[in-house]
């Protein structure tokens, strides 16, 4: 079978309306997928994380088969709440091994050093992570807009067909976020 976006949207749709064959079928379909963003980011993590791409991929699995009521729009929307789940995940990770190792003291970066490094250190991730959530606290759709993009890898097409509103919106508060992101990191 031919992986095609709607055949994965066909099968979400199912799986969200009960029937538990269209999981098995969605899992081969998306699980290369799943790997792909679980090894973009363990690729950026340092030598010594303790999770691996495959146990990051289980571990979003778990999460999101626990998802029961939600109404999956596309193939697009399935994968942005993966990635999010998965950035959750590392971040959690991350405030663990910084509060076991460091006494919890996050430090400051750029969008730019954080876009080139991710999550290399735990501290940068965390203070990415603080600044999305002050975002959120006043404009929840472009901190949405971030996480689908940056953590994501969603196309400004993708995420705009996920938040329901215009390519051209999307753009525009993508460049916004990143001007505010850039702001709140460097801020001393």
Do not use: C
Not at 44 to 50: F, V
Not at 75 to 90: D, K, S, T
């Amino acid at each position: 079978m031919v992986v095609t976006n709607s055949n994965v949207t066909q099968l979400l749709q199912a799986w969200n309306a009960g029937d538990q064959a269209a999981l098995e079928k969605l899992l081969p379909q998306v699980q290369a997928e799943l790997h792909r963003l679980a090894a973009h980011y363990m690729h950026q993590q340092t030598p010594d994380h303790l999770l691996q791409a495959t146990a990051l991929v289980n571990e979003a699995w778990l999460h999101l088969i626990d998802w029961r009521n939600v109404s999956w729009q596309s193939r697009a929307h399935f994968f942005g709440v993966a990635a999010i789940l998965m950035r959750r995940i590392l971040v959690d990770e991350a405030r663990k091994q910084q509060a076991q190792k460091h006494g919890g003291k996050a430090i400051r970066v750029t969008l730019g050093a954080a876009e080139e490094m991710a999550w290399q250190q735990s501290p940068e991730l965390i203070a990415l992570d603080d600044a999305l959530k002050t975002l959120a606290q006043f404009d929840e759709r472009r901190s949405r807009i971030v996480e689908l993009r940056f953590f994501g890898g969603l196309s400004v097409e993708e995420t705009a067909e996920v938040l329901g509103v215009s390519p051209r919106t999307i753009a525009r508060e993508w460049r916004l976020a990143q001007a505010w992101l850039y702001r709140e990191l460097n801020r001393k």
